[in-house]
């Protein structure tokens, strides 16, 4: 049984990672996901601390990654309105175009948002909507960063066990 729990969580965790780059996927969560499975077997594992621990970062860093494109454009000047559009243009650029469309969605969106605030600066809302997608790659990096440290634990937990799969 515990060798089907450990393959199990492994596709949990491996679909973590790619959930990192593809916000179809919640990559953090999923991996998590994965953890959670594994503490499922008959090994001698971390306890329900670690899974708190880890479970809250997965957590945060999910809602973190709805933010930081908006961040993104406003440290590259933009307004408000291109947070705004920047937050809206991720939701809609992921309904209607998939994981391609939260690139296209926060760079559009930032940029539609600032030219709504002021329409003779497209200059202006062009910076803001780079910032965006800077701040896009950043979410990004950020899930792939937990998502691997969540593998790390994994394999630690699995080869530190090997001797009692069954």
């Not at 393959?7 to 990559?27: A, D, H, K, Y």
Request: avoid cysteine; charge should be positive.
């Amino acid at each position: 049984m515990d060798f089907l729990l450990i393959l199990i969580g492994l596709i949990f965790i491996i679909l973590g990672i790619i959930g990192s780059f593809l916000p179809v996927i919640p990559g953090p969560i999923t991996g998590w996901v994965g953890l959670l499975i594994l503490h499922q077997t008959s090994f001698e594992l971390n306890g329900n601390l670690f899974l708190t621990i880890t479970l809250i970062i997965s957590i945060l860093v999910f809602l973190i990654d709805y933010i930081i494109p908006a961040l993104g454009a406003k440290k590259f000047g933009g307004t408000k309105w291109g947070m705004w559009g920047s937050t809206i243009g991720l939701i809609i650029g992921l309904l209607f175009l998939g994981p391609l469309g939260v690139l296209i969605g926060a760079f559009l969106g930032a940029f539609l948002g600032e030219l709504i605030a002021n329409p003779k600066k497209s200059e202006h809302a062009l910076k803001a909507a780079f910032g965006a997608f800077i701040g896009f790659l950043s979410g990004a990096f950020l899930k792939f960063s937990v998502s691997l440290v969540f593998l790390y634990y994994y394999f630690k937990i699995v080869f530190s066990n090997l001797d009692q799969i069954t």
